[in-house]
């Protein structure tokens, strides 16, 4: 059983903060608790202004958020962590050896896709990465609730 879910990108301001919002909405009613960092975070800094307008284009209302640097400990507690480049799996196993077993691409279920980096790529770029983090937490969320 998945308690503890880590999504992680780069500056921890634009693709995990969405993917965080999206996952922990729709994984509300599991008690599975999701959250995010960063591998190169900008520390301290709120959700980009682009990551929040498209997230409330979208009819979200995402909580105050907080970029924070991903950690080694932050890896050991999370039993599932969420990626969103090829690149950033290798990354990540090189922080924590051990957790190779437990991260994947965001996009695993759709044909182990890549969510590409919107910052500073204007308005089209964040609904793109919208679009993709959307698609990839459905089947995520899907296959993390409890069989009825």
């Known amino acids: 059983m998945f308690k503890n879910v880590l ?3 780069a500056g921890n301001i634009c693709r995990s903060p969405t993917g965080e919002h999206l996952l922990r909405r729709k994984l ?5 608790r999701v959250s995010s960092a960063g591998l190169t975070a ?5 959700l980009e202004r682009h990551a929040l307008a498209t997230l409330q ?4 209302a995402p ?3 907080q970029a924070r640097q991903l950690t080694p400990q932050l890896l050991q507690v ?11 799996l290798q ?9 190779r077993g437990k991260t994947f691409l965001l996009g695993k279920w759709q044909n182990e896709r890549e969510i590409p980096d919107p910052y500073r790529h204007g308005t089209a770029a964040f609904e793109h990465a919208y679009a993709l983090i959307e698609e990839g937490a459905d089947a995520w969320s899907q296959r993390l609730q409890p069989q009825r």
Not at 57 to 60: A, M, V
Not at 91 to 99: E, G, H
């Open 63 to 65: 909580r105050e958020h």
């Open 57 to 60: 284009r979208h009819g979200q």
């Open 28 to 32: 509300a009613h599991t008690g599975i």
């Open 78 to 88: 999370s039993d599932l962590v969420l990626v969103m480049e090829r690149r950033q």
């Open 7 to 9: 999504v992680i990108c």
């Open 42 to 46: 900008v520390v301290g800094h709120p």
């Open 91 to 99: 990354d990540v196993i090189r922080l924590s050896p051990v957790s």
